[in-house]
């Protein structure tokens, strides 16, 4: 008699154990799959990826383009995008920079990437299907080359650029009496004279004729104690807008 009570009351549990087992598998498991909220929360999960895929492509783009794009305070805008605006209005409506860079990309990978792209890239947010164009999209190789490389190898680019401000220096101290231009903003015509000189050092250059005639043009102006020069840019460029001439 004891044997049969006990049992039945292990069946009692049993039964109690399977009905709970099978309450929640009905709750927690294949409900959601009824309701379709794995579906939104692997949706939701998706585009949170995504999202942060999108910054991270932004901040990086961002970041090699910033003399283009350039915004105030910019590590607050850096996450999205930014409309054209230079750093440092130019005479030839570049950022010269980024301009000086291609030839060095170029030279060292043998890639050609003109500014005209890189400004048409920027131009605007969207393709013209409403797709996002950032160069993680895949419509733009050429672009996504070019940051991979920037972002590997800026220690590079930074060390030409100053092979080309000591050229500059070197002309000036040699040179005395000739007015110092700041290299970020000096024409493309004495930028090529530098890298040509950087090219073939036993090429002479002769920058002191091209200030001149700059001067004379009334494209530049000397300060009064003829120490700096300061080239005066288009009122089409004053607002910070590139141009795709250069």
Request: proline share 4%; aromatic share 12%.
């Amino acid at each position: 008699m004891k044997t049969k009570v006990i049992l039945i009351f292990g069946f009692l549990v049993v039964g109690v154990l399977v009905a709970a087992l099978v309450v929640f598998l009905a709750t927690d498991v294949f409900a959601p799959f009824a309701t379709g909220s794995i579906d939104e929360r692997g949706e939701e999960e998706l585009e949170q990826i995504r999202q942060e895929e999108i910054v991270r492509a932004f901040r990086r783009q961002n970041s090699v383009f910033g003399s283009i794009v350039n915004s105030v305070p910019f590590s607050e805008e850096r996450n999205r995008f930014m409309p054209i605006n230079l750093e440092y209005p130019h005479i030839d409506g570049v950022a010269l920079n980024i301009y000086v860079d291609l030839i060095f990309y170029e030279r060292e990978t043998g890639n050609v990437l003109t500014y005209d792209q890189i400004i048409d890239y920027l131009s605007q947010e969207f393709e013209d299907d409403g797709e996002m164009r950032i160069f993680t999209n895949g419509r733009h190789p050429e672009i996504a080359e070019y940051l991979e490389w920037a972002h590997l190898y800026a220690h590079r680019s930074y060390i030409f650029l100053d092979n080309l401000q000591a050229i500059y220096d070197a002309y000036i101290a040699e040179n005395k009496g000739v007015p110092r231009a700041w290299m970020r903003v000096m024409p493309l015509e004495i930028m090529y004279e530098i890298l040509r000189k950087e090219a073939d050092p036993e090429y002479v250059m002769d920058l002191t004729s091209i200030k001149n005639r700059y001067i004379a043009d009334g494209r530049a102006v000397v300060s009064e104690d003829g120490r700096l020069i300061e080239f005066i840019v288009p009122e089409r460029y004053l607002q910070g807008q590139s141009t795709s001439d250069g």
